[in-house]
């Protein structure tokens, strides 16, 4: 299995990766944290380390250390922007057993 990229959440790195004029995609990683135990990281790749995996979507590069890899498993990432100011990356991540009531923060 591997991480994937809707077409809109693609389309998304891509602009902010030309926007900010360097990087080589999207690094993703989760962290301990929040009343449920684990929260996700997002931040430009500009690089690859000797621990990260490398993935393809949609033409887009996605960066995830070794040691996260288990907890994004088979997640997708969706972009998606509502009808007021509200607009953000979305993880469909199907590991995660339960999420804190903020939805900052899930369980494995």
Request: glycine share 12%; charged share 20%.
């Amino acid at each position: 299995m591997a991480v994937s990229l809707t077409q809109a959440a693609a389309q998304r790195v891509a602009t902010m990766l030309e926007k900010r004029g360097s990087g080589i995609g999207l690094r993703l990683g989760t962290r301990k944290s929040g009343c449920s135990g684990f929260a996700y990281v997002v931040d430009y790749a500009d690089n690859v380390g000797e621990h990260d995996q490398v993935f393809e979507s949609q033409g887009v590069k996605i960066i995830v250390d070794t040691n996260s890899l288990p907890y994004l498993e088979g997640m997708e990432v969706d972009y998606r922007k509502s009808n007021g100011l509200n607009e953000g990356f979305e993880f469909n991540n199907p590991n995660v057993k339960n999420m804190c009531g903020c939805g900052e923060s899930f369980t494995i």
